[in-house]
């Protein structure tokens, strides 16, 4: 499948973090000691999960939607010639949250997010040909925070932010240079916008760029998460090494007030990823991926500096953790496993066992972006 992303190069499409309102709560009420913006619950009688994501037709366009329960929800298109998809997913109150993009009749990828299944168009910068939104966060009476990038006609790709309607755009490092927010969160009154700047991987507190320490100066490095516990940061994602032949490596790891934390691989001559971060109870789990010595990618996820493997369709074909959740000691992974057929298949694991989901039949592919699960 000919994926709306290309989760190796510094132009990601989507986002690797959700955010739910009910930890946002928390954060604001007491010290944050038990999870981060996934799910801060204790394990109940019974879960509604969320898995949001987009499927894809046999024209190859991708439409946005999200499972509930297995239950696939289609939402809405600006025209369904084209491409739209669904980056994150927040479920708060038994309404659901869904941002991203949907790309107009003109072919114009337009920002915003669905509300209860309702489209909400953002407003672009005058210089915009298109934008995205990759990452939510909802404040307490529900006021919307999204984060994202534009591109302009010189197809230079520039961070934005919007608060409600407002867009403010965020200084990159080198306006010369590619930037994009791939995660955001707001803790305490101050917003964290995590993603990358050039080749550099950075974070915006309030608007101020923050520049994480490169392993490898001048070699690309990006976040892909962030998550602030007890006003400690975590962002994480990858650097890339460029000593290991033909053309370098992704290493996974995170950055914890700035400080690298690099995280063992299967194959230290593959690449590797961190998707999604959760801390819970002293333990940071990181979910994402690693590529084998045969070059295919494993999900799983680490737990502190532990790989755990989870299972795929075929041992010879990718799979991949996108986001995480941990609700009590259980831990939830969303993400995709492309079967023998070649065809990618969404899904979640709980506790290391697949739960395969049914795109709708005219389509029979698809992605899980984000996870959220909600006790009852």
Not at 24 to 35: G, N, R, Y
Not at 126 to 152: F, K, M, R
Not at 215 to 239: C, D, K, M, Q, R
Request: with cysteine.
């Amino acid at each position: 499948m000919n994926s709306p992303f290309d989760r190796r190069v510094l132009v990601g499409f989507i986002t690797r973090v959700c955010v739910t309102l009910e930890c946002f709560f928390l954060i604001a009420a007491v010290p944050a000691s038990a999870d981060n913006g996934h799910s801060p619950h204790t394990a109940g009688t019974s879960v509604t999960i969320y898995a949001g994501g987009y499927s894809t037709n046999s024209s190859g366009v991708t439409i946005a939607g999200y499972w509930k329960n297995g239950r696939w929800v289609r939402l809405s298109s600006l025209d369904t010639r084209y491409d739209s998809v669904a980056n994150v997913l927040i479920a708060s109150r038994n309404r659901v949250y869904a941002g991203g993009c949907s790309t107009s009749n003109s072919d114009v990828q337009v920002p915003g997010y669905w509300k209860g299944g309702n489209w909400i168009q953002l407003p672009q910068p005058p210089s915009s040909i298109g934008a995205c939104v990759n990452s939510l966060v909802l404040s307490i009476g529900e006021q919307v925070y999204a984060g994202g990038y534009t591109t302009d006609s010189s197809l230079r790709d520039t961070p934005i932010f919007w608060k409600g309607k407002t867009a403010i755009e965020l200084q990159p490092e080198d306006k010369a240079y590619n930037s994009r927010i791939n995660s955001v969160t707001v803790v305490t009154g101050n917003l964290y916008a995590g993603g990358y700047s050039g080749d550099a991987a950075v974070y915006w507190k309030n608007g101020v760029l923050v520049k994480l320490p490169p392993l490898y100066p001048g070699f690309g490095s990006v976040v892909n998460t962030i998550v602030v516990i007890e006003n400690h940061v975590y962002a994480g994602g990858y650097t890339i090494n460029p000593d290991v032949p033909p053309s370098g490596v992704t290493v996974p790891g995170y950055w914890r007030d700035g400080t690298w934390v690099g995280l063992p691989r299967l194959y230290e001559k593959a690449d590797s990823m961190v998707n999604s971060i959760v801390v819970s109870g002293g333990h940071v789990y990181a979910g994402g991926y690693s590529m084998d010595e045969s070059g295919t990618s494993v999900p799983g996820y680490w737990k502190d500096r532990t790989w755990i493997s989870l299972p795929s369709l075929s041992e010879e074909t990718e799979s991949e953790v996108t986001s995480l959740a941990l609700v009590g000691q259980h831990v939830y992974a969303g993400g995709y496993s492309v079967n023998s057929d070649g065809r990618s298949m969404p899904g979640y694991w709980i506790d290391r066992k697949w739960v395969g989901l049914t795109p709708p039949p005219e389509d029979g592919q698809g992605r899980v972006t984000c996870i959220d699960v909600v006790v009852n």
